[in-house]
Structures are given as C-alpha cells and as structure tokens.
Nanobody
Framework: QVQLVESGGGLVQPGGSLRLSCIASGSIFRIHTMGWYRQAPGKQREVVAL???????NYASSEKGRFTISRDNAKNTVYLQMNSLKPEDTAVYYC???????????WGQGTQVTVSS
C-alpha cells in the first residue's frame, strides 16, 4: 500500500503562486510515476502534470509554462509549483502515484486551491 498526503493549497489572488507538496509513504518502491490531477466542481478529474521516476515530465497543455512539477526521491515528495494562477485553476488538487501492480493508482485526500480576488 501507498499513502499520499498533500499540503499547500489555499486561497490566492489571480496572478499569484502556490506550491503543493505530496509526501508518499508505505510501499514507495513500487511507485514509477507520480503526478497531480485536479477536479473542479461539476467536472471530471483531469491530469495536470506527471513525472516518471526516470523520464521527462508531462503537462496538460493549459498548464505548460505556468506549472512545474518536480520530485525529490530522497524525501519521497513530489511538488507542483503553480504560477500565474487563474480563476479557472480553482479545483481540488489530488496527488497520484502509479504502480505496476494493482491497484495501479493511489490518491491523496486532495487539497483545495481557490483562485479569486
């Protein structure tokens, strides 16, 4: 089993920045990719950014250039630096860890990000 705990959400004005953190524990040796997803009210959960253990990062097109995902394997932590935030970035952000065996996806509890003036 893998446990994920997010932190760093909150209320920020448009144009502001936030950094989300997610600490993984448990069977972390199974994790090959970590990432962030988000779910806005009334919408489906969507990928924001992914970072494999040894490969290049992947971003949703709307976040590329504004968001940066990084990973500190020594701390079992993945970060999402979000800059130039927009009201449409408002959502619950979920940390995700992918493993090659079932259940294949683990999720954190989510952290609320609200972008509003």
């Amino acid at each position: 089993q893998v446990q994920l705990v997010e932190s760093g959400g909150g209320l920020v004005q448009p144009g502001g920045s936030l950094r989300l953190s997610c600490i993984a524990s448990g069977s972390i040796f199974r994790i090959h990719t970590m990432g962030w997803y988000r779910q806005a009210p009334g919408k489906q959960r969507e990928v924001v950014a992914l970072i494999p253990s040894g490969g290049s990062t992947n971003y949703a097109s709307s976040e590329k250039g504004r968001f940066t995902i990084s990973r500190d394997n020594a701390k079992n932590t993945v970060y999402l630096q979000m800059n130039s935030l927009k009201p449409e970035d408002t959502a619950v952000y979920y940390c995700n860890a992918k493993t090659p065996v079932a259940p294949y996806n683990y999720w954190g509890q989510g952290t609320q990000v609200t972008v509003s003036s």
